[in-house]
């Protein structure tokens, strides 16, 4: 027996050497073949082996107008027929879709965040669930760019505080938005948009955990598209989704 457990690793290992000759009747052992992302469907791309989701969209804004410089912004990425004007991309991708492949790439859920008055005082409940990286990808003449931080495209009004740089700013989580049975809405965010928040509205896929009211008379608006780093509107983007690694860690 101590024999043959003596012979049998040499053996694997002269096979697997390519200097070694082949072995008389010997099938070849097939390279293995890395995996590729899965398209899940239209616009939507997992890759399980790296634990990323991938999904398409578009820039909805113009925040290069001369007239309009300041495109204040209530969430990274929205849904059509919602609120375009204030995010910075859109996708046709449904949300629910976007947690399925969120939960297949092994993500787990928590709650949106809320702001609630209680009193004449703003309770704020921080989102909860798995912390993700969201990066974005543009398309620049025919080429996809190293994807950076979304956020890494929101400053302030004042234009000294990149939102990335914040003290504030801890990052984002997939919170899974809600559903509302009672009014026949199994998955809120299909029915709302709500993709990737900035402001809080308790319905969001993926949530920042900085809790910051939709109501301009709790949180006066402070966050806007920043126009040196925003791509002019209708650039095709790809918004990538990743499983946090250490604090800080988004791409600038």
């Known amino acids: 027996m101590t024999r043959l457990r003596r012979v049998v690793p040499l053996f694997v290992a002269c096979v697997a050497c390519t200097g070694c000759a082949a072995q008389p009747g010997a099938e070849p052992v097939p390279e293995p073949v890395p995996e590729r992302p899965i398209e899940l469907a239209p616009g939507l791309r997992i890759d399980r082996a790296a634990r990323t989701v991938e999904f398409d969209g578009l820039v909805p804004i113009d925040a290069h107008n001369d007239e309009t410089p300041d495109v204040f912004l209530e969430l990274l990425v929205t849904g059509p027929d919602s609120r375009e004007h204030e995010s910075l991309v859109v996708t046709h991708v449904r949300p629910s879709l976007i947690h399925a492949a969120l939960l297949s790439v092994g993500l ?64 984002v989580v997939f919170a899974g938005s809600v559903s509302d049975l009672d009014r026949g809405v199994p998955y809120v965010a299909d029915a709302t948009g709500t993709i990737i928040g900035l402001a809080t509205f308790g319905t969001e896929v993926i949530a920042p955990r900085l809790t910051l009211s939709h109501e301009a008379r709790v949180d006066a608006p402070v966050w806007v598209a920043d126009r040196a780093r925003t791509p002019l509107v209708n650039t095709p983007v790809r918004v990538i989704v990743r499983r946090a690694t250490l604090p800080g860690s988004e791409a600038q």
Do not use: H
């Open 108 to 171: 787990e859920p928590g709650k949106p965040g809320r702001v609630a008055w209680d009193t004449g005082t703003a309770v704020r409940t921080p989102a909860t669930g798995a912390p993700v990286d969201v990066l974005v990808s543009v398309l620049q003449e025919g080429e996809w760019t190293f994807p950076v931080a979304l956020v890494s495209w929101v400053i302030s009004q004042d234009r000294r505080t990149r939102l990335i740089d914040a003290k504030a700013w801890t990052g």
